[in-house]
């Protein structure tokens, strides 16, 4: 599943935009590292800046936002020092595919189906006209969408929202990339529709070797597909493990909170536990760490010094002071004491 | 700040005394949230930013003030008196601005019968404000009431959208003509005309305006926790009608000025013994093939060109702010 | 196809309705319009025989059902005062011919221009073209557009040394009113096509085609520009049909002998068939115009036919 090849690395990234006069850092030195073939999913609530981050690999940040410093490496080349169109146009659909949330927008409403499909394949894989008709009505039969030759003609409005999402990762698939990100791929969706597109992303990863990054704030889709997770909070990955590590043994006590607010884990009869305090406004400088102040067990230095990374074993790793040998022990919640248990019954019970 | 590299080591020279629990206080957490958000006093914001926006509303309402007070300043001669050169026994006729020859003084000079240009622009001014506004607020009273209740009382929807329907079909120049040529030329008669082909835009903002109060979803969710309609009405309504009410106000006075000079010009507007803009224009494009008295055509020109340019970008420069989209 | 039938049938029954409502208006009017110059020594026997000739006396609804049969029959009246007993639908057959040259050269030059303005300003948004522009825009907008005719009309002779008035044997004499009839359009086409494509360029499927790896200028070709023509459309025979009647100002100023320079004629004559004539004339020519708009953009756009919108323009 992973091996070592890394095909992505993102190094001390930070972003800021101008806004209302002010400058907002959006990303504030945040640092990853993406393996061939993997899925890793970076997790976090609305504006901790999950899309912001990725949109930065493939240069659509908004007019107003830009990269301040920080290294993208990418085939030997630094994205982040990419000015001009022509730069970026080499890794966009070519190396770096995305698939955006609302499937409902994400379609020219005036074109075909197929055109759009098509597009794509005249771009990127050197073939036009009726071979690359071809290739699209093929590419869209792999996308589970029946009848291809007949749906090629069709318009974005006489498809469903689950149907238009698999056009939408038909075009990004018929680029070609190396890197596909998912952008909420399912939020907009239907529960039900929901695990197929998953399951269709998965099978297609095997067959086009792609690597996946998932953006998404549902725990439901990370436990499902990744091997990796990164949790973001207010601009920075504050932890990032193989998808057990952070499931069943979070350091951080923002994973926590977020892990502990899943439906699934409430104890009968008390009260779901939900996160207290609003993110921090990101217009002023953070000191410390960004999660300290909604934290119950922030230490004093969480005020005042950035934690660094503490490397919980070679592949998990966390920015929090509880990991410092100074610090007290603090237990994790009994929610996930509560699923650490469970998976290691069911682990004992497998062997 | 950020280390690269994943540290354990503890030469750091961190205080050990750091280590220890902070107190946990959760109405700090609250604190760092953003939502000092004014929908008004960001919309003034936005538009003070806009240069040529504040220039020109500093100069409308400059004019506009004077229009009024012009009257009552001292050494102001009556805009419709024929001036009748004392020495002569004759009229002061085409006498240019500020000419030394003539020993009464003309500021903008005279027209072809002798009345002094100066007082017919502002008294032209007033008159043609003066119908630009009436126009806005019948357009603006007529326009809400049926918007409201073409968007409220859902019974008389697709009557009034057919009704609309019809009447936006026909040029409003077609109205204009056919309805001032049918009645005797009067300020109300102008009046009337341009308010009934003047109102359908109003309406239609309006009654759409009242479907989004009753189909957005933040409104439902608003009336679901139990918000008063007070409430709906001054925090989710009022912003979006009071920005378009405005729009819709300060563009039917530029509109209504040319149409007053259209109208003229066609031969059915005020009576000629009214000074209005649209008058003036008349007066001065008779005279306009002599390079000496073009004047009479340049200064109601410019005066015409101030006013309408004026509240035409004031308007849209205000919806523009008064947009949340625009609050960035 | 039923969409088609249905648009159609609404034009029809707007049209009826219109030229009974101007009908009806134009009894109101003063019957001085009916008899031209020698009004004044007619006495009152003359006068109502006069117009019971003319059949204004009989019911409204009589007058009504013979307006009608007339107009089946293509008949618009006589004039009265300003070529006395010549058929109005030979007056302004002659006059529309003169218009449609007008219009069409003016049409294709504002197209040409405001198209090309409206895509430069849309391109370069905030820039230099989109505020020389807007400038523009607002001008052609706010003034009365007799304003700029006029002065026009008093510079562009002076400094070019182009004719003042219009003569048609002088193919110099075609440039200015040309140029005064564009401007509005120009300045229309300018802002409509900008508008629409910023707001297309705002859209998600803009942000799916930049992450496919498209090019602005290939975006903007393929996919922005088509999809903003798409509600100009609409609105393009409406004003293409506008100019083509011709522009009541510049026929006028220019002494152009079109219908628009007619108007402001028989207004000043009080010749009441004739201006009735050309009212129902250009009534029918703006409904015309906004149902072959509504027609092209459903030709254009495949949403169009499926969803049936309850007359929300």
Redesign the interface.
Known sequence: MTNNEKVLSV??LVIKFN??GQELTAIR?A?LELYKGESLAIVGESGSGKSVFTKSFMGLLDANGRIESGSIIYKDNDLAKYKTEDDWIKIRGKEIAMVFQDPMTSLNPLKTVGKQVQESIELHQNLQGEEAKKLAVEILNDVGISEPERRYKQYPHEFSGGMRQRVVIAIAVACNPNILICDEPTTALDVTIQAQILQLLKNLQKKYQLTIIYITHDLGVVANVADRIAVMYAGDIIELGLSEEVFFDPKHPYTWALLSSLPQLGIKGEELYSI??????L?KEIKGDAF???????????????P????VTPTH?ART?LL?????KVEPPLSIQKMREMEVKRGERLE | ????K???D?NDN?D???????E?D?T???????SNYSFWKSTFQVFMKNKVAVALLILIVSVVLFTAIQPYLPNQKSPTQIYINPETGLQYRNIRPNDPSVSENFIFGTNSIGQDLWARIWSGTRTSLFIGVSVAIFEAIVGITIGALWGYVRKLD?VI??V???W????T??VL???T??MKPSISTIIFAMCMTGWLQMA?FVR?LILIIRDREYNLASRCLGTPTSRIITKNLLPYLVSVIMLRMALAI?AA??NE??LS????GLPIDIPSLGNL?NE??AL??DPNQ?YQ?FFP?AV??VV??S???IG?VFADSADPRN?? | MKYYVTRLF??F??LM??ITI?FL??R??PIEGYFGSGFDKLDAGQIEAKLKNLGLLDPLPVQLKNFYISLLKGDLGQSITYRPKVDNTKILGDKLITSLRFGVASLTLSLIVGLSLGILMARHKGKFWDKFGTCYV??A???????YY??I??FFTDIFKLP?LFDKSVPKSWILPILCLSLVTTAYYAMWIRRYMVDELNKDYVRLARAKGLKSKEIMIRHVMRNAFVPMAQYLPASIL?TVAGS??VE?LFSIPGTGGL??TV??RQDNTL?QAL?LL??S???VG?MLGDILMSAFDPRIKLSHE????
């Open positions: 190094d001390n806004l209302r030195g640092s207290k305090g609003t993110p921090p406004n217009f300290a102040p909604r934290n119950p067990h922030a230490l004093k230095i969480d005020f005042e010094k950035r660094p990374y503490f490397e790793k002071w410092d040998p100074r610090a007290p | 700040m950020t280390r690269k994943i540290m354990n503890i961190i050990p005394s750091l280590f220890e629990f902070a946990y959760e700090k957490s609250e604190l760092t949230g953003y697709a959208t057919e609309y329907n019809v936006d079909n026909i040029p120049t077609v003509i056919i309805l040529y049918v239609r759409n530029p000025i040319g000079v259209f010009y066609i031969g059915m224009i001065g494009r306009m093939m073009r055509l020109a015409i060109s309408t340019i509240f035409y970008v849209n609050h960035v | 609404r034009s029954l707007t309705i219109v101007v208006l134009m109101m009017m607002v001008g907008n706010a003034v009365p557009a007799v304003i006029l002065l009309q008093v003042l506008y009541i100002y006028s108007l402001v207004i000043q201006v009212v250009y009534s020519i703006g409904i906004l309850g007359g929300s323009r």
